[in-house]
Nanobody, 125 residues
């Protein structure tokens, strides 16, 4: 499985940004996908996750109500719509996919086997 993230950039505080991640290489079935983020010197942290079907989602408390994760099963993509961005949202954002099929929106980093390279989001205050 290969993941390619895109959509990062520079945005002013209060603005919006949409990240996308394309998954390829899985021959059959669907798995949970997620977004994590990381700033230098800190551990990678969970942002949002979505179940294999797209019917269930999980969010970190810090982004709840501002971010929305969604997926397009036909296109094998997952998106993260971010609103009301804050300076503390500045980070490199990584999309991830679980190895196990048919799973729920797990928040644990260890659950995800496949990772994209990351896309940088910078929020200026």
């Amino acid at each position: 499985v290969q993941l390619q993230a895109s959509g990062g950039g520079l945005v002013q505080a209060g603005g919006s940004l949409r990240l996308s991640c394309a998954s390829s290489g899985r021959t059959a079935g669907n798995a949970a996908m997620a977004w994590f983020r990381q700033v230098p010197g800190k551990e990678r942290e969970f942002v949002a996750a979505i179940s294999w079907s797209g019917g269930d989602t999980s969010y970190a408390d810090s982004v709840k109500g501002r971010f929305a994760i969604s997926r397009d099963l036909a296109k094998n993509t997952v998106s993260l719509q971010m609103h009301s961005l804050k300076s503390e949202d500045t980070a490199v954002y990584y999309c991830a996919e679980a190895r196990r099929l048919w799973g729920g929106p797990t928040t644990s980093l260890d659950h995800y086997t496949f990772w994209g390279r990351g896309t940088k989001v910078t929020v200026s205050s």
